[in-house]
């Protein structure tokens, strides 16, 4: 009877320490949430490069005058090297401006984060152009 | 049974440990990120520091006071991080203004892109000398086209030439200096990328004209440090003699009028420019028979402060932020580099 006990004791230390190793073994091997800092960094850069070139209207002139290669050439020296954009103008009505691309690297296969920004242009009237800038980590 | 509740208990705690260390730092890049917004958003305690030679910051920041621009930096904030400047604070003074103890860090301020110059061929030409330069911008090895504007300075003499650097981000400059000069001539060099003026990098390079000795370090002289709009020259040896002081931006240069004048020192007025330029002022003079030309720039950069992240630990968690700041109407990449206190 006292044999009996003591087996069954053992069992149950065994179980025990077999439960909390599964656990372990499903919480280490279980994906971890995404790291977002990255992102979230990339997605700071991107807004402040949008903004510094907004400064005295440069960003909202350069709509105007369709100059997409001085837009992109302002992009690639305000960003670090490393980071791939791929910019595009909306109009108010959501319409696309932008007749090409304004990017310096393809995006596929890489993990982007977008960012949206408003530019206002005061000439005779007021417009309004949105900015859709994708950005990644090629290195 | 109790040696194996134990052994699983030490199991446990030995493998869980890296997981519940990487918890505990799994917000530092985000808390990070914060702080160079902070230091880069908020003008410090008191909000002038930057202009007060004797004052230590009680709290640390860099921008501007009262400035309407976000991430505008004062221009002599960011002077008194360079350790060239006699009014320069040490790491250990930012840090605790800082205020963070489980955090180090280190600040880089540099211009958007990088000017190279090379001096590729001198010959004589009558009364004067001319010497071929080619200029090179480019960010990272990308080339960028800019406007170009030089100047060169010998003793007394000055003279502006423009040019500009192509799509390949490269550029000549051909500068005549008559040989009725002599001595160490320095090459000052604006660029302003064609596509906004307020991207903005400079060089210089100094070499000897029409004399036979090497041109010595920058410094050797004369210590020269801006701020609060005077340039402040310690001179290295009494017998050194000023000839001229000089100030040049991008599209200006005059003479700057002296302030005062002491046994080894002497103070010079720097005027508030509206050029979207970096400033570079200019001492020539002759210390003996040695002719010198030493230099400084305002804000003085490029500068680097803080903690060499480069020999630390293998694995340890460093983080790195990048910042467009304003300076004076010029763009500049300010980065920041974080890590923990272990």
């Known amino acids: 009877m006292f ?101 310096n690297s393809n995006l596929l296969g890489h993990e982007a984060v977008s960012v949206q920004y408003v530019c206002a242009v005061q000439n005779l009237n007021v417009q309004f152009f949105v900015l859709r800038l994708q950005l990644a980590w090629t290195r | 049974m109790i040696i194996l509740a134990l052994s699983a208990m030490v199991g446990t705690s030995k493998l869980m440990a890296p997981y519940l260390s990487e918890l505990s730092h799994r917000d530092d890049a985000e808390r990070f990120q914060q702080l160079a917004s902070y230091i880069l958003l908020n003008s410090g305690t008191p909000p002038n520091w930057g202009q007060m030679e004797d004052t230590k910051p009680i709290s640390l920041g860099l921008a501007k006071a009262d400035s309407s621009l976000p991430y505008e930096l004062d221009i002599d904030k960011v002077s008194r991080l360079n350790s060239g400047n006699s009014y320069y604070l040490t790491y250990s003074e930012l840090w605790e203004a800082l205020g963070v103890k489980d955090a180090t860090f280190q600040i880089e301020i540099k211009t958007l892109f990088d000017l190279s110059i090379s001096l590729i061929s001198n010959s004589t030409l009558g009364n004067q000398t001319v010497y071929e330069f080619v200029v090179a911008t480019r960010k990272s090895g990308m080339p960028i086209s800019t406007y170009l504007s030089s100047y060169v300075v010998v003793d007394n003499f000055v003279d502006n030439v423009t040019s500009s650097t192509g799509s390949n981000g490269v550029g000549s400059l051909t500068v005549y200096i008559p040989n009725s000069v002599n001595g160490t001539a320095l090459m000052l060099v604006f660029a302003k990328a064609q596509v906004n003026p307020q991207m903005v990098s400079f060089n210089t390079y100094a070499f000897s004209h029409n004399s036979s000795p090497a041109t010595l370090p920058n410094g050797t002289f004369a210590r020269l440090s801006p701020l609060n709009d005077v340039l402040n020259a310690s001179l290295v040896y009494p017998t050194t003699e000023i000839l001229k002081a000089q100030i040049f931006t991008f599209n200006y240069n005059f003479s700057l009028t002296k302030k005062a004048q002491g046994t080894q020192t002497v103070e010079y007025f720097v005027p508030q420019l509206l050029d979207a330029s970096p400033i570079i002022m200019v001492l020539t003079g002759y210390n003996g028979s040695t002719s010198f030309a030493e230099w400084v ?24 932020i990048s910042h467009i700041a304003t300076i004076n109407f010029a763009l500049y990449e300010v980065v920041t580099k974080w890590g923990g206190l272990s």
Do not use: C, H
């Open chain 1, 3 to 103: 044999d009996q006990k003591g087996q069954i004791r053992i069992i149950e230390a065994f179980l025990a320490v077999a439960v909390i190793f599964s656990v372990l073994l499903i919480s280490v091997t279980f994906p971890s949430s995404p790291n977002l800092d990255n992102q979230k960094s990339l997605a700071n850069m991107g807004t402040q490069a949008l903004i510094t070139l907004d400064t005295n209207g440069t960003l909202g002139n350069l709509i105007l005058q369709e100059n997409w290669t001085d837009i992109k050439t302002s992009l690639d020296i305000l960003l670090p090297i490393g980071v791939s954009f791929n910019l595009t103008i909306y109009d108010d009505n959501l319409r696309l401006v932008s007749s090409q691309a304004i990017q």
């Open chain 2, 297 to 320: 720039s305002y804000p003085q950069l490029p500068l680097l402060i803080g903690v060499d992240f480069s020999e630390s630990i293998a694995g340890s968690k460093t983080v790195s």
